[in-house]
């Protein structure tokens, strides 16, 4: 290439030979011990210490997710351990990729919902104009109703009162409790704020880009995935569930 | 099948329509707002609350690795989110794919090192043998030495450090201690604990069965990835990267 | 649950002690020597062998796509190995999990584009159709424009040259390059079909579900990434690529 | 860096605005229309085209495993899914994520204790010495017996076959027939040479590394998950088995 190269840079790491530096805090004397795991999460994503309420209400939206039993995440993790024992990082990784559009990746999209709204808007308008934008073409209002929890999402109302407490509760879930509202009108139908649309709301009051709170589900069940294939390692369900299913299937 | 199925058990989580246990705690009532996230990372692997010390030195097990800069690991997920943006989660495993003997796994190696090595063995005896049977097969003996910290990993003395603070420091740490100076000698070259036999050693303090300590490391690299993600997002290197990396190797 | 669980079907493969038959074929005696790769591809996904021109212009396709250097793609996986040498397959996976949107899904929307259009439309009209609703919401026109190969994409006249000559070029191919024609004259520049529309319009004349088009890119570009793992196994690059990106984003 | 940067080659591709060449030869000109599936698969890995016979034994190794009903793999894959439709590629990479130690890798295996053999060594002797030394660490000889084809496993003795036809069953064959010989002698009870046996063998009388023997898994079964993520998208299972799993796992 003739041209001057583009500068490849990255501004959140830095280390020589004596010294770690993360995002301008050195890892060894003002780090380690001292920042706890939810700290370092945000340090790593905000580029600052959270206040300790923000930490709170952040480390709760993480703690919501890290486990559900057995979804399909973790049943493709302990199959994938069952074939390739070397590889437990590639185990996680296979439970990981599920994690799209179906399940977490509704959590980026009742963000995005909500950040996409005019900031100025009043709610219940502005809530209508939403609920008729998925309407209109179709698609599934995100973070409204659940297959199992059909009256009221327990944890969803837990995430909102932790937020009310720590004074992270403003325009964005009002906005989704007023969607849920005017998606029950429009539905016919019950449809409460569901865990995803709770965090979605909570985690756009910390401000955080709508374009990585699918991050959020994917730390979260990173932490559910090692535990689960640490049972799966002591108390094996992946082969029987293999054996029996292609029984079944051929039956 | 005509035999009665083994039973598939998982008892980690337990869930109804109305509630959420997880280790046999509730999760709105008594997890959400109140378990931090280095807490709840304990609760799902262990099956029970931490201590405080207790919680504070694994927090910086984890901690300690979330971040390095621009590994291998976090150019894959880099490269991958490059191709596939509508797949946060994608990119996220791409990265972990990678978490494997050369890097993190050392932890592993180390943990298990440790824990396999007689329990009331004289630690001087016991670290001959070790280094000796690594030699034996040419294999490195994990958790020392390091590319760039030849002289001492600042990261290790601020662990075992910590671990010691909260009376974590035992056999295992005076074992990986040992084993440093026996292979110094053996191989006649200053080789001190890096981060992963610290790590190691201080997980087996913890009690952490070495099959699952490359989940330590899984979980600190998820939460490092999801950062320099965001970085990509909004500051993209790969593209850069993969146009140059191309022309240099046709040129 | 108390409701007959619905049964867990799949008639692809039907096993047992001395027989494997799959999509209704004895494995031994009339697949293996007599079936070759693209045959047994095509067997999988249609459930039935091709003929011969069919056989020609499906392996064309896949062909096209196994190899074009060191993309995105090869580099994560490259770089996987390095961390994960264990797992060959972990460094495949991490490569084809970039392989969505940006590259080879583009094969997925020209085809979903194409086999989403009326059937019995007028071509130039079906395309101005089709380029007004990919302007109106802004996005990408897929199968069209190369960064590199500006005027013409070689690849795609000559896969279509292949599809002429076993007669699979009716009104997908046809509809394809009306669309090019359109947009060219809609942005005011000339944008030939590329290789992903070339593949999408001819896997349509085929018949292969756009839902699955995807999957011709994984399984071309599975067999380069074993290519590219094996040079780097022999003349590796990886480490280098790692040491000089990191050493110049923190220069 | 002050060094000189060692230079980051691939020899594998080389492309201009013009031309793409693939191991020498021109993909447009010399390889779309002209080279199968099976050749193309050959070229990339090999670096020049097969002979005819040299192909059909090289096909014959790939096809046999491209399929085996709802495998652990297979599963992952349709699980994956299930959470990510929007990532086909993601749930491929999830279900090549288990292609390990414990199924596919046994080709890996064999392969590699057949080419690590002396090559001028007796069979009998070779075999023998090479059962002794599994046995001496416990470990599993890999590519012999098989949890369901206890008695012949029909593909194996077919692999055999199609290479004698071809003239490349010699002295890795010969080896493997005898490992299995001393193996049954050893622990006392018949162990054919399975699948992962035969491909073993024959692929290194093909002359294929050990160490990406692999990828031949890994490319058949590339093409299997494409399948069978083609049957889940039409007739999907993947709910229903995570659905009555969690059940029973709570029941």
């Known amino acids: 290439m003739t041209d001057v190269p583009k500068p490849l840079r990255s501004t959140i790491c830095h280390s020589t030979a004596d010294r770690i530096s993360v995002q301008g805090m050195d890892l060894t004397d003002e780090i380690l011990g001292k920042v706890g795991l939810g700290q370092m999460a945000f340090l790593e994503i905000y ?23 057995l979804t399909p995440s973790v ?44 900031a100025n808007a009043e709610p ?50 009002r906005l989704m409790r007023q969607v849920a509202v005017e998606a029950s009108e429009a539905y016919g139908r019950h449809l409460p704020v569901n865990v995803s649309g709770a965090i979605g709301a909570v985690a756009s009051e910390l401000g955080l880009d709508w374009r990585i709170c699918r991050g959020i589900g994917v730390v ?13 390692i002591r108390n094996p369900i992946a082969r029987e569930l293999w054996l029996r299913t292609d029984a079944q299937a051929q039956g």
């Open 75 to 118: 049943l493709a993790a302990r199959l994938t351990y069952l074939g390739a024992p070397e590889s437990f990082q590639g185990a996680v990784a296979a439970g990981l990729s599920g994690l799209g559009n179906t399940f977490v990746g509704s959590v980026e999209g009742a963000a995005r919902m909500l950040q996409e709204a005019a």
């Open 220 to 232: 979260a069940r990173s932490i559910g995935l090692v535990a689960h294939l640490f049972e799966e």
């Open 47 to 69: 580029g600052r210490l959270p206040g300790k309420g923000e930490c709170r209400v952040f480390e709760a939206l993480i703690v919501a997710l890290v486990e559900h039993g």
């Open 124 to 173: 219940a308008a502005a809530a209508r104009k939403i609920v008729e934008g998925f309407r209109a073409t179709k698609a599934i209002v995100p973070g409204i109703g659940h297959p199992i929890h059909k009256d009221v999402d327990p944890r969803s109302e837990r995430i909102f009162e932790i937020a009310r407490e720590e004074s992270f509760s403003g325009t964005h879930v």
